[in-house]
């Protein structure tokens, strides 16, 4: 395995610090998708905290069915197995929660300050860092899971990127000037999902809502949400206690969505 660490599945599960993520620690050279394998894991009975690492995904997954850029030894591409009680009304919340981790994770490794946009991507300096990917899924048994899928960029350069995401995607690297060591990022990371779930757990998303929101410039600005064919435009303002976006239309209604893309207006 070319990744640039030395390193097999059970040193990262014992070197972690977490209370339940990181149970069962996969670590393969390439799959087709991170999630799409964890989904396979839950069906077959795997136990919550199941982690999946990949060092190239051939069908790396986004939202609205896009691909995720998934190269060997460039990225991050990992998902994890959770089992809350409370799904699937929360799965915004847990998307959240995954974003909150993620982007206090990215923080520790990047002089450049990384920031959340609403649902699930981070930014840094206004490109797209990481995006997130947090799906339900139900076995043939009726056991029930969420499974979290992180796509983060770390040492791509410019170059190798596909064209077509070269002015809106960027890389730890890019941002950094220097290479970040994938195993350290993410050690931090499944710590700190660990941490974030616990205290949704615990409050059933409380402190994630109000960490989001110290953790994003969205408010205020100019938005464009995008959701099927509806195109709103207006004002972002904040989030509710269930995770929708109120914005404030063009009309002077406030809205709340619960799922789309947010464009930031530059005019
Ligand atoms: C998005 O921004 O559209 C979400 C991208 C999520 C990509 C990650 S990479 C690991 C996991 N496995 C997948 O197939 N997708 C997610």
Redesign the pocket.
Known sequence: MTYDFETDAASIKDNLDCTLIGSTVLLLPEV??????VKEYLENGAEEGLVAI?EA?T??????G?T?H?PAEK?????VLLKPRLIPNHLSRLTLMAGVATVSTLNEFTRQRATLKWP??ILINGK?A????CEYSQAPDGTTGI?I????NINHLPEQFPEELRGTSTSLLIENGLPVKRLSLIRSLLNHLDQEYQAYLTDGGKETLRKWTLNTDLFEKQVIITCGSNITRGVALRLDDSGRLIVRTEGGDEKAFDSGEVTLRTK
């Open positions: 087709d998708s991170t999630n799409k394998l990949a995904q069908a790396g997954r986004g939202r609205f896009r995720w998934s990225g991050i591409y990992l998902s699930n991507d797209k990481c995006g997130l990917l499974i899928g992180v796509g983060i």
